[in-house]
């Protein structure tokens, strides 16, 4: 019995190394196979096939074996065909994978780049169309829709969406308050089409406040900064450190006013930081 006891384990072992050895046998087996059938798979068109048979390669590369020629291709195919059918997401994953295989080309990573700016154009259209949340999805594709710095080109369309609702947010007060030099000067401030196109009702009424007024009070004066005004660069230097202090541009540049001693005047089209008059 004690002899049988011994000899036992060496048994299971000797039968687990015999199984890993069959395992290993087999997966050796399979990879040398592989090449042949992925081979016949795009020879016949089977770009599943073709795919399925390029990702087992690729997973038993440290076999030591080659990637072959039909590796590329059939991702290089497949991808296309993603691409066509719009499935713009998987289209760039396998094409990013084609990118960073033995098998990419330098004109694999170029169709990758034309595929990203593609994508690109397109959401910009959409936001271009007023449609800001279908450009977003869009650059999400490809991760471009928002970074944590705020650097992609989704957080620099939303940044400007938000910009020009904010304008014409300003431009609706003060049109109600009938300050319509302002409000003038802040539709003029709006940059994309399609809030522009929501302005025109807004800016129609706002050309005819301004031509209800007295004509003195239309006139602009076309020769530079208006006399007694307050220098305009110390105005500036004021009003932006108003803003970067969390103050709306409105409150800012009055403040800045009052502090260098002059009064808001509206000045045709423009509002003026006037010098107050210092006689008596």
Excluded at 28 to 49: F, I, T
Excluded at 62 to 90: M, N, V
Excluded at 156 to 163: A, G, I
Aim: aromatic share 6%.
């Amino acid at each position: 019995m004690a002899l049988r006891r011994h000899r036992l384990p060496r048994f299971w072992l000797g039968l687990t190394l015999g199984l890993v050895a069959c395992g290993i046998g087999a997966t050796y087996w399979w990879e040398q196979q592989l090449p042949q059938k992925l081979e016949q798979a795009a020879r016949s068109g089977d770009l599943e096939a073709c795919l399925r048979y390029s990702e087992q390669l690729e997973a038993l590369r440290w076999l030591g074996g080659k990637a072959p020629a039909e590796q590329g291709s059939c991702r290089r195919l497949k991808a296309a065909q993603l691409w066509q059918q719009e499935r713009w997401s998987e289209a760039l994953q396998l094409q990013l994978q084609l990118v960073n295989s033995l098998a990419g080309s330098e004109a694999d990573r170029e169709r990758l780049l034309v595929w990203q700016q593609n994508l690109q154009q397109r959401a910009i259209a959409r936001f271009q169309e007023g449609d800001l949340p279908a450009a977003l999805k869009i650059l999400a594709v490809m991760g471009d829709d928002h970074r944590a710095d705020g650097d992609s080109l989704g957080d620099k369309l939303s940044e400007n969406w938000t910009r020009n609702r904010l304008q014409l947010e300003r431009a609706k007060s003060l049109t109600d308050q009938k300050r319509w030099w302002e409000a003038l000067e802040a539709l003029t401030r709006i940059d994309h089409p399609w809030w522009r196109t929501q302005s025109r009702g807004l800016q129609a009424k706002v050309q005819k406040g301004i031509e209800g007024l007295a004509p003195q009070e239309r006139e602009h004066d076309a020769h530079g900064q208006l006399p007694h005004t307050v220098p305009s660069a110390q105005l500036d230097a004021q009003v932006r450190q108003r803003i970067a202090q969390g103050m709306d541009e409105w409150s800012a540049f009055q403040e800045a006013c009052r502090s260098l001693g002059g009064q808001v005047v509206e000045a045709g089209p423009e509002t003026a930081c006037k010098r107050r008059s210092t006689r008596r």
